[in-house]
């Protein structure tokens, strides 16, 4: 819950950020307005049986980390989403290569990248978090892990990857051409959007979160976006909330985009207006490329107010609450007539 006092005296004390922060301040309520939780939301229309798995946990009282682990492995296991877990699309040497982080109300993270033949790598990202002393394992690295644990290592490219690859290879050229896959298919098209990050509130209000995908699809071999860097594609912190994106990586990286979203949302921003800004940076940063990739954030602080704002048109989010389990949100969007 915010403290009115210190929230005041850091508003002061951070001068160049006030004078843009009022409309955000404006909008933030201070009063003590009923906390809404549990509640978990995440990205995309297909967060909704994710978030419906998540409430199986929240809504018995269970613990946050729990409700987005078992979550977030709905899409992991679809073998009609190519976005994520084990039918993604493959790289452009035609392995599927799989990212994915956790994260805790006690700070506590794990994460895997560039892991292939496992296919629920947010149970890796878990046990790496739990069982090491460390917090990121990749490539290999993480595959033995996995194995070490009890995972079964499979072939995760299947039929219909591979053929989606094969009729990509046609036209690619193979050149490391940084976002090259933008290029071709715009965003927010079948091959380059549908990452899962998905944040919970639970009964007592902890929040955690997790953030799992395969990946910009037919990527450059050893590529790793922004969805396993704590930080960049998921960060919470329980004294103020939580964000995550989707969408081009590269992008949310430069920016640290979900830290950002979280500290816009400690000096008292909206969580709207905290992914808004977001965007906003990477806008500044790369104004012509904006104009042609999609990224999307969205927060949610704790007390449960959410919001989201992305690049293009096109990005929605799911909600789960006590009053209803499958509520999609269109997220405002920078580039309001592009085509999502
Ligand atoms: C990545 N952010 O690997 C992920 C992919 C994604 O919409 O979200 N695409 O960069």
Same mark, same amino acid.
């Given at each position: ?13 951070? =001068?160049?950020? !006030? ?11 201070? /009063?003590?307005?009923? &906390?809404? $939780? %549990? ?27 729990? =409700?987005?682990? !078992? ?11 190519? /976005?994520?877990?084990? &039918?993604? $699309? %493959? ?27 496992? =296919? ?221």
């Amino acid at each position: 819950m915010f403290d009115r006092r210190k929230f005041l005296k850091l508003s002061a004390a951070t =001068a160049s950020l !006030a004078a843009f922060s009022k409309t955000a301040l404006a909008k933030t309520t201070l /009063t003590d307005k009923p &906390a809404n $939780y %549990p509640i978990v939301i995440s990205t995309w229309g297909f967060g909704v049986p994710a978030n419906q798995e998540a409430w199986k946990t929240l809504s018995t009282g269970g613990r946050a980390l729990d =409700a987005v682990e !078992a979550g977030v492995k709905i899409p992991e296991a679809d073998m009609n989403n190519h /976005t994520v877990g084990r &039918a993604g $699309y %493959p790289d452009r040497d035609g392995h599927v290569t799989l990212d994915a982080c956790i994260m805790d109300e006690l700070g506590n993270c794990g994460s895997v990248a560039a892991m292939e033949y496992i =296919a629920h790598p947010i149970s890796v990202a878990r046990l790496v978090m739990e069982r090491t002393p460390h917090i990121m394992l990749v490539g290999d690295g993480a595959t033995q892990f996995a194995v070490e644990q009890g995972f079964k290592k499979e072939q995760l490219l299947t039929p219909e990857s591979e053929k989606a690859w094969k009729e990509w290879l046609k036209t690619a050229k193979y050149a490391p051409v940084m976002n090259i896959e933008n290029q071709q298919h715009t965003p927010g098209s079948k091959y380059n959007h549908d990452t899962i990050g998905m944040l919970a509130l639970d009964a007592k209000g902890n929040i955690s979160g997790a953030c799992t995908t395969s990946g910009m699809a037919f990527k450059l071999h050893g590529r790793v976006g922004d969805s396993p860097i704590i930080g960049a594609g998921l960060f919470v912190d329980n004294e103020v909330g939580g964000a995550t994106s989707t969408g081009v990586g590269e992008e949310v990286i430069r920016n640290v985009g979900s830290f950002l979203v979280v500290e816009l949302m400690r000096r008292g921003y909206h969580p709207e207006d905290a992914c808004k800004e977001a965007v906003a940076r990477i806008i500044k940063k790369k104004p012509e490329m904006s104009k042609h990739i999609q990224v999307g954030f969205l927060a949610i602080n704790k007390k449960g107010e959410h919001g989201a704002y992305a690049l293009q048109r096109g990005f929605e989010y799911a909600v789960c609450n006590s009053q209803q389990q499958d509520l999609i949100i269109k997220g405002k969007s920078f580039y309001e007539t592009s085509e999502g």
